[in-house]
């Protein structure tokens, strides 16, 4: 029964993963923790990874005014204000190319699928610490989550 279990969670988490580098999942679905030393979604078999986290739907006066949204990486204003909103999307990227829906009011005007997005430089100071690599900044997500809400 506990394989059965351990093996379902397994199942799950993988499933999640493929989304989180597919498409993403909105902010307001994902059980985000942002951390100082990244974003983490935590996966059901115990396991946790890191993602980005970037405005997916924004408005066109917005848009026009304050630029493209910014990709984040960890806990800066603008993730820790915006972690849980319905408009933001957790997802991998290591290409740093994104979907992007410009909206009027209600209506999208337009959209972008492979939009490159900035890093927010107050996000992007972190990479120092991992050679400038995003990978490596990556693949620490275990040893990371634990250095940010276990010790
Ligand atoms: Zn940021």
Redesign the pocket.
């Known amino acids: 029964m506990l394989q059965l279990y351990k093996q379902k969670n397994f199942h799950l988490s993988s499933k999640l993963l493929e989304m989180l580098k597919d498409g993403g999942i909105k902010a307001n679905f994902a059980d985000l923790q942002v951390g100082n030393r990244g974003i983490y979604f935590l996966l059901p078999n115990a396991g946790v990874s890191k993602v980005m986290l970037y405005q997916a739907q924004i408005q066109e006066y917005l848009f026009h005014t304050k630029g493209e949204p ?1 990709v ?3 806990s ?1 204003d ?2 820790k204000k915006n972690f849980n909103h319905k408009d933001f999307l957790a997802i991998i990227k290591m290409d740093l190319r994104f979907f992007l829906g410009i909206y009027s009011h209600k209506i999208e005007r337009k959209f972008f699928n492979d939009k490159p997005l900035r890093l ?1 430089p ?2 992007s100071e972190i990479l120092s610490h991992y050679q400038e690599n995003l990978e490596l900044f990556f693949k620490s997500a275990e040893k990371d989550y634990h250095l940010d809400f276990k010790d």
């Open positions: 910014l984040h990486l960890c800066c603008e993730s927010c107050q996000c």
